[in-house]
């Protein structure tokens, strides 16, 4: 491993290591843009330019392999100068949209202008020159020709990662561009990436544009819950409500990148939400206190174990819930209830695309979860389906918005055979206008728990914000009719559901929160 100092800090770095990344494990930053971890090196914005002992000249940091006993400033005279330069060039036909471009508040030129610019420009406005704006490029990006810096990454994106090559290089000198061929615009599942990787504005997201000043975001670390895949992803929210996701960098899962059906998977905690208890009478919904409605769920649950035998109740579950809720339900089936009826059923699989990239066909986060913690799957929820339209099932507890691959008049009709039915979910559709109560959950951004994904890796997802109008925390639902039942929980948040799991769970045996950390790990299978 050679051995060098960076601005008199010592670092030791494995054979093949850039003088750009060894800078990045010692906490120094060199300034960059068309740099990228996950792409080839380009070297083309000349931003990252170091003085290197016994180097004749400055040498661009991303491309500089570092090598035993190699002494590197970052912070020297010359080297200010020389980004310094190196920035205004950049800048000379840059148009002054800051207060009118989506990139504001996240935008590199805007950042290295105020740490290594400040410089006024020498360039007379009027001498700029213009190129294409507001350009429709397609699969939802927004192509701004004029304040591109052809740092290229958009380009190698397209060629290395999708290869797919929609977008390349046009004229030359001060008139080059970034654009697609004529009727060639872009067209691939992973579009919404190359918003992420722009360090300017040049290419953005037409779904968020405009929505949400990016200054007034937070965010959260989540997992996507689009598919299987569990794509590590970060939750950018503003007084709750989600505006987007964002992928995480975590190289054994997703690498940095995530494709488009997940990314618009946030819209799931906006719309259609169920946001407050209620009762169906008559078929008319009558909203009711938590106080109140909870007392009468468990009742009718109890009565109907009581008169018709556990048999005659059933539980389906969702891979959409997390490892911690799946515990609980299974608890809440088996042993509060004494039934035999318990299952999962997968969110029906849509157009059922895949990839060999990140698209996986199952579109449920937790799948192998449910599987790991001895939840039957298809065959027998098919089996409780069977039950239930042949009118042998008289209480039902679905947790989840759909009944799998049946249709929306297919599940109307088998559910109107079920005498009694809580839904305990998220959002408005087929279920909650059959359930006779519905119990209003958090969403995916509203709580906080673990994933499996398809790769047996376990994944933590963090709660951004408080739930929505009255919804509750699915854990907080359980623990409320599980205790009205006799189970006498004491748990308070999904840490310390784990902390049971992974007690009595052989997968998960001695994990913690603190072991899994941000980037996950395998299971014992």
């Not at 066909?361 to 089996?383: M, Q, T, V, W, Y």
């Not at 006799?486 to 049971?500: L, P, T, Y």
């Not at 941000?518 to 299971?523: D, K």
Request: proline share 4%; glycine share 10%; net charge positive.
């Amino acid at each position: 491993m050679p051995n060098l100092t960076i601005n008199g800090v010592a670092v030791s770095v494995p054979e093949g290591t850039t003088i750009l990344s060894a800078a990045k494990q010692v906490g120094i930053h060199i300034p960059h843009y068309c740099y990228h971890t996950h792409l080839s090196v380009a070297g083309n914005c000349r931003m990252c330019q170091v003085e290197v002992e016994k180097f004749p000249k400055l040498q661009t940091a991303c491309s500089t392999v570092a090598t035993e006993g190699m002494v590197v400033r970052t912070d020297t005279e010359a080297v200010r100068k020389a980004v310094r330069g190196a920035l205004e060039f950049l800048l000379i036909h840059h148009p002054i949209d800051c207060p009118i471009c989506d990139q504001a508040g996240e935008c590199g030129l805007q950042d290295y202008y105020m740490t290594v610019g400040l410089h006024k420009s020498r360039y007379p406005l009027g001498d700029k020159i213009h190129k294409k704006k507001v350009q429709d490029a397609g699969s939802g990006i927004v192509l701004d020709a004029e304040r591109c810096i052809l740092c290229s990454r958009c380009v190698r994106f397209l060629e290395e990662v999708t290869g797919t090559r929609e977008l390349q290089f046009f004229r030359r000198g001060d008139h080059s561009e970034i654009s697609f061929f004529p009727g060639r615009p872009i067209d691939n599942h992973y579009a919404g990436n190359l918003a992420d990787i722009c360090p300017v504005g040049a290419l953005t997201s037409r779904d968020f544009r405009f929505r949400c000043r990016v200054w007034f975001l937070k965010s959260a670390e989540s997992i996507c819950t689009g598919c299987a895949r569990g794509c590590n992803i970060e939750a950018h929210f503003h007084e709750g409500v989600l505006y987007r996701y964002k992928p995480r960098v975590n190289d054994a899962v997703n690498r940095a990148w995530m494709c488009d059906f997940g990314r618009m998977e946030y819209r799931k905690a906006n719309e259609a939400r169920l946001l407050a208890p209620f009762v169906r009478e008559n078929g008319v919904e009558k909203e009711m206190p938590w106080g109140a409605l909870m007392p009468q769920v468990a009742q009718r649950l109890s009565d109907a174990v009581r008169t018709h035998g556990a048999d005659t109740v059933a539980v389906i579950a969702s891979p959409q819930l997390s490892n911690e809720e799946l515990f609980l339900v299974r608890h809440f089936a088996s042993d509060l209830l004494g039934t035999m009826n318990l299952a999962f059923t997968r969110r029906a699989p849509e157009d059922g695309f895949s990839d060999d990239f990140l698209i996986h066909p199952d579109k449920n986060p937790n799948s192998a979860g449910a599987r790991l913690l001895g939840i039957p799957g298809e065959e027998a929820f098919h089996a409780v389906a069977g039950r239930i339209s042949r009118g042998e099932i008289r209480a039902l507890v679905i947790f989840g918005n759909v009944l799998g691959a049946f249709s929306e008049k297919g599940t109307l009709e088998l559910l109107s055979k079920a005498p009694f039915i809580v839904q305990v979910g998220t959002n408005e559709g087929v279920v909650s206008r059959a359930a006779h109560a519905v119990l209003p959950s958090a969403s995916f951004v509203e709580r906080g728990g673990t994933f499996v994904n398809c790769d047996g890796r376990l994944q933590r997802f963090r709660a951004g914000f408080a739930p929505r109008g009255k919804a509750r925390n699915t854990i907080e639902i359980l623990v409320d009719l599980g205790n009205r039942l006799g189970a006498g929980w004491s748990f308070s948040g999904e840490e310390s559901v784990f902390r049971a799991l992974s007690r009595s769970e052989a997968p998960f045996r001695g994990m913690t929160y603190g072991s899994i950390g941000s980037l996950g790990r395998e299971v014992k299978r």
